[in-house]
């Protein structure tokens, strides 16, 4: 019965038929058209915002201003960045790419955290020259440009708030958005002081509030997107705690080659050689073990291989830890057990 299963032991078309709403970036029901328009909107109103932010940051001489300006302009090329890899990944498979292409959202997602590092060390420098030697700024165009830009970037979140975050791809767009919100705030709070009290280090000192802010998030960022490219287990999902939870159900002596991974944010998938007592139903084992999956981990994605114990086809040498059942030592002591699976 297990050699069936080496080859079509995999989801069936049971697993594929599903669409796989989270795998597609949309499990709680928002479509990839909808998040396209929030982005789009989002999009217009900053890059309106942004050529009016810079002229007058040059105009006040704040280097907050031109710093949030030019944050603005990484927000508007995250957006960018975001629907050219929406619609790079949902192109169908073909050819080599089995997945199709969508690790551009994750691609996208590194640039974006990694553009958001770049420019804070742009703005460390520039900021720490500032507070050696500070220029004149004009505090009250600061303030009110700034105050402005809040209500831009409240906008501009709200609707990226209401696409499908749990695509590392809008998530990175969302981060920009979200910081640029926050150094507003910080910007509003430095052009206050430097009009009412004449400090103008305190536009120095907002920009590099900025930059500690876009360190954060660029790092989020790019550690999130990093562990998908190297294929490490998706947050919250432990590889122990799974094969612990697979080989105690019934008919399964041993757990090997057990890989949990993220094609794309929100599209795990697992593969697996599982053995079974000699005289246990491979098929019934592997629809049990799917649906413990999918109930208990929100993995619908798998590829399980499943075998007797006793057969001498399956690997000599496991790779990676082997699990088994917590009552015995070796996957051998349940041989000559009554069927099971049935």
């Not at 957006?79 to 080599?96: D, H, S, Y």
Request: net charge negative; glycine share 10%; proline share 4%.
């Amino acid at each position: 019965m297990s050699g069936d299963l080496r080859t079509g032991g995999g989801t069936g078309a049971r697993d594929h038929g599903h669409g796989h709403g989270h795998g597609h970036g949309h499990g709680h029901g928002v479509s990839a058209n909808a998040d396209r328009r929030y982005l789009t909107g989002a999009l217009v109103l900053i890059l309106v915002y942004m050529a009016v932010e810079a002229v007058i940051g040059l105009m006040a001489r704040s280097l907050a201003l031109l710093s949030d300006a030019a944050h603005m302009s990484t927000d508007a090329f995250a957006i960018v960045l975001a629907l050219v890899a929406m619609r790079i990944a949902a192109r169908p498979p073909r050819g080599g790419y089995t997945y199709g292409l969508r690790r551009a959202e994750i691609l996208s997602a590194q640039l974006n955290g990694l553009t958001l590092i770049l420019l804070a060390v742009y703005f460390v420098y520039e900021g720490i020259a500032r507070l050696v030697t500070p220029p004149e700024v004009d505090g009250r165009l600061v303030f009110f440009t700034s105050l402005a830009g809040i209500a831009v970037n409240l906008v501009a979140t709200w609707m990226l708030s209401k696409a499908n975050r749990s695509s590392l791809n809008v998530e990175g767009a969302f981060q920009h958005i979200l910081n640029d919100l926050y150094a507003f705030i910080s910007t509003t709070i430095a052009g206050l002081v430097v009009w009412t009290t004449g400090f103008a280090r305190a536009d120095a000192i907002a920009s590099l509030v900025v930059a500690a802010l876009m360190v954060k998030a660029g790092y989020g960022l790019l550690r999130d997107a990093g562990r998908v490219l190297m294929e490490a287990a998706p947050a919250g999902i432990d590889p122990t705690e799974v094969g612990a939870r697979l080989v105690e159900r019934p008919c399964v002596q041993e757990v090997h080659d057990l890989h949990v991974w993220e094609v794309s944010s929100g599209y795990p998938a697992l593969s697996a050689h599982v053995l079974v007592e000699p005289k246990g139903d491979c098929h019934a084992v592997r629809r049990d073990l799917q649906e413990v999956l999918e109930s208990s981990y929100g993995i619908t994605h798998t590829t399980l291989e499943v075998d007797h114990v006793d057969d001498r086809f399956h690997c000599a040498d496991p790779h990676g830890p082997r699990h088994v059942p917590s009552d015995v030592d070796e996957p051998h002591d349940h041989v000559g057990q009554a069927d099971c699976g049935h």
